[in-house]
């Protein structure tokens, strides 16, 4: 009994100090984005994203901007929950349009896609800060990020853009916990990556590949799945879906339903990742040779 009561009184104290770690962390949040003075924050409604604009709204008022780029690559069911969230709180925002799509570089489709999105997003940001009198941008990477392969973070680092919650040490699961008690209602919402996301590497970016991508989704959801994507091959919709929502989906029934609501989007066929949802499932096929050293530790562990 005794140990018990030793076990449970050393797990409330990591608790405590888990708790009072991350209090910390929004506090070196808040005083970073404070000494700024004024910033511009690249928003685009997911979570991270929209916490720190948030936080940056509440701490600088208006002398704070949230920047979303509309572009085929956004789900207009994203756009409008940004759109929403920022209205919510009577935030600054400012719906730019962007052209990545109209960039050969980008369209070609290979690992360093998101490097060019990206460019072309701190790009426009850059000069609407000039008109604005903005000297800083930031984005929403955080801590974890860099666990991933993510060419978007070399952009925003050739263009000078801020990452405040990585630098703070802030994670995904933190960024969670303070939306959560600051009251958003996303704080839960899955992480919503760009349509591009999703379509396989080597295959050209089609304002109608998006299309479809958009609309299999939308068909998933209207099923009542939460977390998942389908991924773009050709004729073939690769359609992951959460190990925790993957049971309902493995009846003959709504495999029929799935099947059907993913061939109305244009794919000829069909198929169930029976791994379920991994976020950047994509980059799995990446050649070694482009992957950062502790990237390529972790694949080989």
């Known amino acids: 009994m005794a140990a018990l009561a030793q076990t449970g009184a050393t797990g409330a104290e990591n608790a405590r100090n888990e708790i009072e770690g991350t209090a910390l962390k929004l506090h070196a949040l808040e005083d970073r984005l404070r000494a700024l003075g004024g910033v511009m924050v690249a928003y685009s409604g997911g979570v991270d994203s929209a916490f720190l604009a948030a936080t940056a709204h509440r701490v600088l008022g208006t002398r704070m901007l949230a920047v979303l780029a509309d572009s085929p690559s956004l789900a207009r069911r994203d756009l409008e929950q940004a759109r929403a969230f920022a209205e919510g709180l009577e935030m600054p925002l400012r719906v730019i349009q962007t052209a990545e799509l109209d960039r050969p570089e980008y369209q070609r489709n290979d690992a360093n896609r998101c490097f060019h999105c990206k460019t072309e997003l701190f790009e426009g940001m850059k000069t609407l800060g000039a008109e604005l009198g903005f000297a800083h941008i930031a984005y929403g990477m955080n801590a974890d990020d860099r666990r991933d392969y993510r060419p978007g973070q070399r952009a925003a680092e050739e263009h000078d853009v801020l990452a405040p919650l990585a630098d703070t040490g802030l994670t995904k699961l933190e960024i969670r916990t303070l939306a959560k008690a600051a009251g958003y209602t996303l704080w839960d919402r899955p992480a919503a990556p760009c ?9 050209t970016v089609t304002r109608e590949v998006l299309e479809q991508v958009e609309h299999a989704e939308e068909s998933m959801r209207q099923l009542g799945f939460r977390e998942f994507r389908v991924r773009h091959h050709g004729e073939l919709a690769r359609v992951e879906i959460s190990r925790s929502e993957l049971p309902r989906a493995l009846t003959m029934e709504m495999c029929d339903a799935i099947s059907a609501a993913v061939r109305k989007a244009g794919f000829q066929y069909v198929a169930l990742d ?24 972790r694949r080989r562990a």
């Open 274 to 297: 029976c791994t379920g949802f991994r976020s950047g499932s994509m980059n799995e096929i990446l050649p070694s040779a482009i992957l950062p050293a502790d990237i390529l530790t």
């Open 195 to 203: 349509l591009s996301s999703r379509v396989e590497y080597g295959r």
